[in-house]
């Protein structure tokens, strides 16, 4: 069975700087990877994904994120942040067919 | 598109009382699912439909809660009776066959609280 692992509950940033999240999986075959965001009160929104190819994925809003096979990660990042990027971030993995497992999440906090 | 669409955005009930939450998936998308989420949990899948057909339930908690699909564009999930740890918010997402890696769709959610 699939699972990932979001190490960081809570993260707060400055305004324009850097944000990196991280995102452990764990998965036999191949892993179908995605980061989605919730912005409070709703649902989730794709940012990106990844299936194969390119280990460096663009997203949308600003975002990207790595593949790493030899660490089994997948992390999402932004060069700088806005106000708007407050949110509450989540990793999944996918089997290939139905089931997507999600992470706890990371909740962003964006200060001034 | 409109996507996902999900009805009411917000339940407030009494323990005891049936409710039911509706969900019309993405025109197009042939499959379907209701998760749960919670502070405690996280994101639990509830239910899958495949072209109509619930093909994955084990994630239901129990006979209180059931989930129709009665055609490709209307999906109901009822809870009764409703109790106060169902409280949370349900979430309806969808996907079409032609997407690869299980990319689904997410709508808006019904934040239920039973008191």
């Known amino acids: 069975a699939q699972s990932v692992t979001q190490p960081d509950i809570h993260i707060t940033v400055s305004e324009g700087a850097s944000l990196e999240l991280r995102c452990n999986y764990s998965y036999g075959a191949t892993p179908y990877l995605f980061w989605y965001v919730q912005s409070p009160g709703q649902g989730l929104q794709l940012l990106l994904k990844y299936f194969s190819g390119d280990t460096l994925v663009q997203g949308i809003k600003g975002f990207e994120a790595e593949f790493k096979r030899s660490q089994s990660s997948f992390n999402l990042r932004k060069p700088s942040v806005h106000w708007s990027d407050a949110a509450e971030y989540f990793c999944?993995?996918?089997?290939?067919?139905?089931?997507?497992?999600f992470g706890a999440g990371t909740t962003v906090t964006v200060r001034a | 598109d409109a996507g996902v669409i999900q009805s009411p955005r917000h339940e407030v009930t009494e323990m005891g009382q049936e409710v039911t939450l509706r969900c019309k998936p993405i025109?197009?998308?042939?499959?379907l699912f209701w998760y749960r989420q919670t502070m405690m949990r996280g994101l639990e899948l509830l239910i899958y439909?495949?072209?109509?057909?619930?093909?994955?339930d084990s994630g239901m908690p129990e006979d209180r809660f059931s989930a129709k699909m009665p055609n490709a564009s209307f999906s109901t999930l009822k809870i009764q009776p409703s109790e106060p740890r169902d409280s949370a918010v349900y979430f309806c997402?969808?996907?079409?066959?032609?997407?690869?890696?299980?990319?689904?769709?997410f709508g808006p959610g019904t934040r239920l609280t039973v008191l």
């Open positions: 439909f495949n072209n109509n057909v619930p093909i994955d």
């Open positions: 025109s197009g998308h042939n499959s």
């Open positions: 997402a969808s996907s079409s066959p032609g997407l690869a890696g299980t990319e689904q769709f």
């Open positions: 999944a993995v996918g089997d290939g067919d139905y089931k997507l497992s």
